[in-house]
């Protein structure tokens, strides 16, 4: 899937390109955007030979703020989170085995926190289609800083790190008056997989995969 919303990605930042060489004038526009999203993954923690895998999720709602130059039918922009985006927090209980054969259980809690999210992305107006007027396709490229919270009883810390990945969607764009607009986006998104490991033992890690979302966004901007 990556590949193809790649692909997809190169193609409206080609065709955004070629616009620019002949575009007469371009347009700056900013604004803010509500974003409600789910995201899922598969959460595997390694600690020596016991593995611990579960599946699950978590609903997010941020504001982030973006900016874009228009050339005609394409738009190239970037969009910034400037909250952090926390995970529920995963505990694990495991028997730590003693010298003397002995067994006792230990707990390790680790939630993550994405910051600085950042999306690179393109809009490609669709023609008209009788009284529809307004839709266009997106694609982009996100990232973000993956810090890791955690209180290990098998001891050490995990290190950060970061993700990547592609988003692509639909979205219905209404111009007002004095340069106004208003926006409205449904975008889906596939991430790569991440690996986060143990600072002091290698045995131990945590990896995080088959990340996936969902996001229905509201915009409100103007274009100058």
Not at 35 to 55: C, D, L, P, W
Not at 60 to 78: D, K, L, N
Not at 184 to 189: D, H
Request: charged residues 15%; hydrophobic residues 40%.
């Amino acid at each position: 899937m990556n590949k193809i919303l790649k692909t997809l990605l190169v193609f409206l930042f080609y065709c955004g390109l070629t616009n620019m060489s002949s575009a007469n004038d371009l347009s700056l526009s900013v604004g803010v955007a509500g974003n409600y999203g789910f995201y899922a993954a598969a959460g595997t923690e390694t600690n020596s030979t016991q593995i611990t895998k579960e599946y699950g999720g978590m609903e997010t709602s941020h504001v982030a703020v973006f900016g874009e130059v228009s050339m005609g039918a394409i738009a190239v922009g970037i969009e910034y989170n400037p909250t952090d985006l926390d995970s529920p927090e995963k505990i694990s209980v495991y028997e730590d085995l003693g010298g003397d054969n002995s067994s006792s259980s230990v707990t390790n809690k680790a939630m993550v926190s994405f910051q600085n999210m950042t999306t690179i992305y393109a809009n490609l107006s669709v023609p008209a289609m009788g009284p529809v007027d307004g839709l266009y396709l997106k694609a982009g490229y996100l990232s973000a800083d993956v810090e890791t919270k955690e209180n290990l009883g098998t001891g050490g810390s995990y290190n950060n790190t970061e993700i990547d990945g592609m988003i692509a969607g639909i979205g219905y764009n209404v111009d007002l008056d004095n340069g106004f607009f208003v926006r409205a986006e449904v975008l889906g998104s596939d991430m790569d997989d991440v690996t986060a490991k143990n600072t002091t033992d290698s045995t131990k890690k945590v990896v995080i995969s088959d990340v996936w979302g969902a996001t229905a966004s509201f915009r409100i901007g103007k274009t100058f």
